[in-house]
């Protein structure tokens, strides 16, 4: 089955920081021009923390950028999104660099990455996208109880120490800024979908390169455009894309190297379908945490294919699939396509029930569910079993639709899924 390939980057604590775009007339050209997929980042001068955080509270550039003119595409929609993950990805790097790294102080770590999970989620809703100029906005912190209207702010029963406030303040008022250029009528038909910070354990065990912020958007049930963005790599790397208007940009983590022929997983454990699946493709595994960083991975080459029988949620995979489809790829359920090679997306609707829910087909879990102590291997056969969210179906994401290549995919699914079922878990 091959050797296993990791891709992380244990030095980033001694990286220098490195400059924020120079200016922001210089950030909307590249917006308007765009970028090549794979190109690599381009480096910046270095500097020191506290000019970064001088950065941060610079918020004439983004009016500036926008001025006279009101955001009615979605290629402008998508250019204002990079632009507020520029803005959150220095109070990202703020808070993950005060992390520990200690095992003995994981509990303090973990709630470390509560506070920037709610902050990132409750200004992007708020200041950026607020005010009803969407259908509806969905994010996965929609549950927590997040107070940033005055301080002491507080994230559920968290309170966010005073020292970070100055950097809530600016991220509040930038966005808002930002916010203000979105036309108020030119979106009420997309959905939008937010992971703030996905890839939860990378993220507190210092292995944040791994962690993105996903932004999706879904007009009637299917994905149409979206931004994945890794905030603590400095300079940030990221992809953008809306197929319809033919958009496709991106700065990306590119070796220069051949794809890898490999499957990406999970840094954690795997099914055993998946191990049959590998030996079957005759693929490495990649190892790497988080469902939108292993999309951009797919873009990077740094592996061929994410195959998953395990569940994510509708704001890992929003804005990644849009992407996907804008580069010429796919992200479709794994059971439609394991069934019959059919190529089926998720539905992303703003609702109270699980749209793609089959009874008997996954089992519940604590990421799926909110059953607790339920018997591990329990089927889901009502709706109330599962989460509103869960992808239920497992993924099956590659970079292109060549009919052969999807073929090829096809039949080594069924031949590892005669050795063993998929977990769906």
Request: net charge negative.
């Amino acid at each position: 089955m091959g050797n296993t390939i990791s891709y992380c980057d244990p030095s980033v604590e001694e990286k220098k920081w490195e400059e924020e775009d120079a200016a922001a007339a210089k950030r909307q050209s590249e917006r308007n021009t765009g970028s090549e997929v794979g190109k690599p980042c381009c480096q910046g001068k270095s500097k020191g923390k506290e000019e970064e955080k001088e950065q941060v509270g610079k918020g004439e550039g983004e009016e500036a950028t926008m001025a006279g003119k009101s955001v009615a595409s979605k290629k402008e929609l998508l250019g204002v999104c990079k632009e507020a993950c520029d803005v959150l990805s220095v109070f990202v790097r703020e808070l993950y660099h005060s992390l520990s790294g200690d095992a003995g102080k994981l509990k303090e770590d973990k709630s470390v990455f509560t506070i920037a999970d709610g902050i990132v989620q409750e200004t992007l809703k708020t200041h950026l996208f607020g005010g009803g100029k969407f259908e509806a906005v969905v994010g996965e912190e929609d549950d927590a109880s997040i107070q940033l209207d005055l301080a002491p702010y507080k994230v559920d029963d968290l309170v966010v120490p005073d020292k970070y406030n100055a950097s809530i303040e600016t991220v509040k008022e930038r966005l808002a800024s930002l916010g203000r250029t979105i036309d108020p009528a030119a979106f009420r038909d997309l959905t939008i979908f937010i992971d703030p910070i996905d890839g939860t354990r990378e993220f507190y065990t210092k292995l944040g390169e791994q962690c993105t912020i996903c932004i999706g958007f879904a007009r009637g049930g299917l994905p149409v455009a979206g931004v994945v963005y890794r905030p603590v790599p400095n300079p940030a790397t990221y992809a953008l894309g809306c197929a319809e208007e033919k958009v496709a940009e991106s700065v990306l983590d590119s070796t220069g190297e051949p794809p890898v022929r490999g499957l990406l997983t999970t840094n954690g454990s795997i099914s055993p379908f998946i191990s049959s699946l590998m030996a079957h493709l005759e693929y490495e595994r990649v190892k790497s945490g988080g469902a939108g960083n292993k999309m951009l991975m797919v873009l990077e080459g740094k592996g061929s294919a994410y195959i998953q029988d395990r569940g994510v949620s509708r704001w890992d995979t929003c804005g990644a699939q849009a992407i996907l489809e804008a580069n010429g790829g796919v992200l479709a359920k794994l059971s439609a396509f394991a069934e019959s090679g059919k190529l089926e997306s998720y539905q992303y609707r703003e609702s109270k029930a699980n749209l793609d829910f089959v009874s008997g087909l996954s089992n519940i879990t604590p990421y799926n569910s909110y059953k607790k102590d339920v018997p591990k291997g329990t089927k889901a056969v009502d709706l109330e079993d599962v989460k509103p969210y869960s992808n239920l179906c497992g993924l099956f994401a590659v970079n292109t639709t060549d009919p052969a290549v999807l073929e090829t995919y096809h039949k080594a699914i069924l031949a590892a899924k005669a050795e063993n079922n998929l977990a769906f878990d």
